[in-house]
């Protein structure tokens, strides 16, 4: 299998060229051999625009007949922005198609599989499933859940708080740090905060460092009043909710709305009611190395918190990543 | 300079093999250079051992008439556990010396130079000087404050927690960044907790996931029992202090002992207590990517902290380092 890994591996790269830039659709890559030799590629580069499939089959041209497709999803079968892939590979003759992950989409789930197969093409699932599932993680918890997914984003000090005793927060990470937490942004739908930390800090929560689009802010508010001077009332797309609202409902009217990814930026009571509700799907701390210190500090997680280290929230797919003077990590709590 | 700069490069890293091994002693290392060749290596390999520039000179033989010596710090002109180095190289007729740093020892203290500038050999101070300093920040501290070296070593979860709010801490670092840990005592003369770590977790702190010597373990308690049953006095070599002693008599006391370096390895008041009397030299984080989470769980600096987050204590020359699971993240809070 080691050829067909290579090819696929290979799938799942052109995939990741389209990461931040197909929401809400999945990345995809598609890869055509011939004679074991890669005769068409391509890769889903836009929302609305041609899928992997149709772009590695149009580079194949006719060598596509009796060729192997190696493609991170299940083809599509329906009409949706552009006609069923399945049509495409079947008038092609490619005669194998290698799958990497179902589909778990309402209109796929397995039906564009069966499709091939009526056709008389050859069809295997699953090789190097773990790495598209990887890719895809936003997608497939919209699908699968319905809610958008949620990524938590903490700058803290080296013992671990947020803000000093006072509330300042300002400048605990580095410029290199607010410039990844731009480009963060600008791969959400949204961003939300708790009303204390607009009434503390005041931002703006754009992006402004890099180009990109601003996602939608989002505020959780109790009783507080947020002056409409406030700097995140600049731009025209904010939301507030009421923070007495749980977690979830909150979560379900901004898909209903069309969010499909929340990055929520703070305070402490806010971070704490993600993780207690278990709705945080991925946390990234941004570690300054310096030392804040004070025992009313806040911090990323308060609250009740476990009771012992074995029921500790445990990362995975952890990721280190040092940007100037520090350290990035960033890991899953749930995976889909 | 460049040539000179290589050659004294390439003394720092021969002193560094000293590092850990020459205590009280500093790490020395030294080059002879003839005609643009090192014709002679040396670095001081153990306490009472021959010095770098003995070493050295030993290997040149007669090549040392009329060369150049590198050395990371200025030679000795003193009787001690070794005759005088001042002596050898003048009789080696070694033409100019090349010392990245004076040596701040009463006994030194350019005396050395001195002598080798009298007998007629050309003496400059102070290539690669940050380099030869950063390697020996222990002795420097021992020489210039009469106090051992405190590097304090924390091992917190991504939310900057040391332990959950029952108390609880084992397990938090993974099984790789405690044979770190080990390796950190070994390379430290005593190791100092409070009573309440000994009375929460009832540690050794010992060193036995390596080989090597285990340090002092130093106790700091107030009015709490520690039963006589506990771990740590499995060992003979325990010292017990009042913690409502200044953490300045107790450093002060150490010393005294012939103590030169000091590894504070818990709880939460210790290491408020030392980082608010600006005790530590060195910081050193263990983060394990999990989360604890809570309000009143421990962490690595409660006390009054500081106001504004321009005011915090910043970390200079860090590193980091992967372990396992884990982010090391290593730094100095004060330079000698």
């Avoid at 989409?105 to 091939?116: E, Q």
Wanted: charged content about 25%; aromatic content about 6%.
């Amino acid at each position: 299998m080691k050829k067909e890994i290579d090819f696929m591996r290979r799938a799942i790269e052109l995939a990741k060229k389209g990461v931040g830039r197909v929401a809400p659709n999945p990345c995809v890559g598609c890869v055509i051999v011939k004679n074991d030799r890669i005769v068409g590629e391509g890769w889903h580069k836009r929302f609305g625009g041609p899928h992997a499939e149709i772009e590695a089959l149009k580079k194949a041209g006719s060598r596509a007949c009796g060729a192997v497709m190696y493609v991170t999803l299940e083809p599509c079968c329906h009409f949706g922005k552009t006609p069923p892939c399945t049509d495409a590979i079947i008038k092609s003759k490619v005669r194998e198609v290698f799958a990497a992950m179902i589909d778990p989409s309402l209109h796929a789930n397995s039906k564009g599989i069966k499709i091939l197969r009526a056709a008389g093409i050859r069809t295997q699932i699953g090789l190097c499933e773990k790495e598209a599932l990887a890719i895809n993680q936003i997608f497939l918890k919209n699908v699968r859940c319905k809610l958008p997914y949620v990524t938590l984003k903490v700058a803290a000090s080296l013992d671990g708080k947020i803000a000093a005793r006072t509330g300042d927060s300002t400048g605990i990470s580095c410029k290199k740090s607010l410039k990844f937490v731009h480009e963060l942004r600008s791969e959400h739908d949204a961003v939300l905060v708790g009303a204390g930390t607009i009434l503390a800090d005041n931002p703006h929560l754009g992006v402004r460092l890099i180009k990109g689009k601003s996602p939608i802010r989002v505020i959780l508010a109790g009783g507080q009043h947020i002056p409409a001077s406030a700097k995140v009332f600049r731009d025209k797309n904010v939301i507030v909710f009421d923070s007495r609202r749980n977690i979830n409902f909150v979560l379900k009217k901004l898909f209903e709305r069309g969010v499909r990814s929340v990055l929520v930026e703070g305070g402490e009571k806010v971070f704490t009611s993600f993780l207690e509700a278990g709705a945080v799907d991925r946390y990234i701390a941004v570690i300054a190395p310096k030392l804040i210190g004070g025992a009313r500090a806040k911090t990323p997680f308060s609250g009740k918190g476990i009771g012992e280290i074995k029921s500790a929230l445990i990362l995975k797919n952890v990721e280190f990543i040092q940007i100037g003077c520090d350290m990035v990590i960033d890991g899953l709590l749930n995976l889909y």
